[in-house]
């Protein structure tokens, strides 16, 4: 049980160090060579790091390459960025080691003699639960392709003939990149130098530290290194668990930690870098993962099937996404994309670059960019699949399937060229903590949205879909500012999804003011039952951005236990993004996206870059008083409610779709003040007649319901024969079983325990509100579902989970009520599942 791993945390100290020092050397590619053992629960193997000492300081006369030079010698750069430019995400100036102290010797790793203090150089790697068992410098030399090159004179170094040919590997030009990539395939195999003593390496909680003998600089600081590891079960980074058909499986599952109980890497998200993996896994298994290319399979040792996979496109080693399982390929028979020609980047494609067209001058680092692709850009549906397990295979097939490329298209209609090349949907295990989670190439989605209509899911596909521009094309510079991708992602679920069901102008405006006002409740309701610092979009405020001198920084809260229950990053960052359009208008706000996009994508930025380049481009919205400032102090700085949004709420109560709602609650609420004369009614006939309402009304209408401190027995037993409760959409089935607890209605407790087993992501909330119920028989339920589901990972991991999403409504609706005994059992499960 990983139950224990949460009493770690302090609580106190619920930030979460990034401590890698990546304006001393920066990773450029990851060549990972990893094994899958299901028996054991571990993934070992070994990573090669390409390293590069900071660009700045081969230009800057070249002081700090040479060996011994003191320190005290080389100018410091500042790391602080001008939070007022656009971000680059060029790899930061080189600055020398902390101060130098005494020199500690030996090659031992304890701690005693590792010494923080040590004059030479450390290269901090972020690592947690990971067994690191060796570190070793290879000796690129020995790849002959490699040696063929000429020295290009920019990066020759007479003294360090090595770093040279690893900086002209990392540097070569992107339509170059399968030779690049079959360069740093062969580089990773290459021996250690002869007779050389592998690296001195020092663990601890949050890192991996590496050092050479006698080295004191980045400069003189090995290039290629390779560290060979094994993943510990009990890591937070992958989860270990059956499939809902009872097969070994792992996922990368979404924590806050990310990937570094995976392999250790540079978390800051400044450290952008691509990959290569060679994954090997069992014969009858499949493995999904973060890669451009559909990988196929090759036989490797005896029982294994080898996977390679790759990226093009530098991205932050956050984003590596994997799943290992024994999944099946909806609709394969049909093999419906394979006639479409899957697009890669390559030397012939990229050759057909547009360079008329203004709109797509890329402005990020150089890699093979499909903005830049004429056939790219005209890709209004790329390659896609979904898998699942054979349970569900059938409704991935009916549901998610014909889903997927109709939101794919709508995407494309909103924003443009796709910046990913293809697809993978996964149904994952019932275990995962959230309804839906983005990687490039690659989307996690809970079986919770597989039930009722296709509303959930297709919202749910399209939120995720954002993700690739919001979230993976471009990313938030500083964690703590969530909202770029999730206030963004869920502004465009409503825009993407109208697309979809192609909705009048009427239609999709009724739906999407229905949707403001379910998320205005849940947002009004968070705000006045969570911490305040918690309800900050921009905690970091002016200092956002910024790191400290070797570049190591803390995401502030982002192991707080309360944190992965607050949905106001999504809320308040969607009703900002709903503002601002207010005040410009939906069209031309959408087109301002899109140039938006075209600007920023490969590329990491601050909420800033937004609204600047936002405000710039509508000046009328100064001359109304909106500028940076104000947005900042109403929207991004404070907590609480917004003043716009205190009253919009009214606005949308107005929309007829809502009204209809309330018509309705108004004749349950009657029916059940008529108490008794309900069954004396039924023998009669029906008397009253319900209206037919779509599942987000149905959800309004519940929530309307559940206000109501008494319904009788037979209103609640009406309620479940008219609508089906128990076949509709998960939320609906949350407002469902909420009321049934409420009310402690004994005859749908059946639902409530199909919610716990089938709809973990959610359910597992609504055990909470069983336990803090004080009636035995509810306990009584909900203990026997915790010991019954095999395994409940909200209860033991919901302190790592970073994405949560759909699942925080039902705790904040929870905690709203019953805040603090809801915390107290909280910690009490923590304790002792
Ligand atoms: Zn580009």
Known sequence: MEGNRDLDLDPNKDDLPLRANTNHMLVRHYVLDLTVHFQSKVIGGSIVLFLEPGVGSSKQGEAGSISNTPVQNISRVSSKHDVSSPITPEPNKVIPPEEPSCLSGGNDVSSVLWGDESEEFTLVLDCCDLVVSKVEELDVTTVPDLKKFDIDQQYAHKDHPLSSLVQRLVSMPSDCWRLQHELYVQCSLSPTFHNAHPLRFHTDHWSLQIRKEGVCSPHNFPCAVRIWYETKPTGGSVRWTKDQDGRCCVYTMGSPINNRALFPCQEPPVAMSTWQARVRAPCDYTVLMSGENQAFPKPAETGFLQWDYYVTMPMPASTFTIAVGQWLEAGIKDHNFEVEKTYEPSEESSLSLDKDNQEYVCSHMDYPCRFMVNAARAQTVIPHRVFAPPCHLQKAND?????????????????????????????????????????PHIVFLSQSVLTGERNLCGARLCHEIAHSWFGLAIGARDWTEEWISEGFATYLEDVFWSHVQKFGCREAEEQKQLKALLRWRRLSDELQNSEEQLQVLRPNKENTGEVSESGASVVKHALNPEKPFMQVHYLKGYFLLKFLADQVGEEKFLHFFKVFVGKFHGQLILSQDFLQMLLDTFPAMSSRGIDLETIFTDWLDTPEMPEWLRDACSEWLRTPAVQEVKGEVAKWIHFSGSGGKGSKRKRAGPKVNFKELSPEQLVLLLEFLLEEPK???????????????????????????????KHKHTAAYRDVELFLIHDQAMGVYLYGELMVQEDARQQALARTQSNQVSDLPGLQSHVQLRELKQDLTVYCSLMLREKNEWTIQRQNKTLHI
């Open 399 to 439: 549901m998610v399937l014909p889903l997927l490329p109709l939101c794919l298209t709508a995407a494309h209609s909103v924003l443009g060229v796709h910046p990913f090349s293809r697809l993978d949907v996964l149904i994952v295990p019932s275990g995962f903590s959230s309804l839906g989670m983005a990687s």
């Open 711 to 741: 319904l009788s027995l037979s209103t609640l037993r009406l309620l479940q024969t008219t609508y089906n409760l128990q076949t509709q959409d998960a939320e609906v089935k949350h407002r469902w079983c909420e009321l049934a607890v």
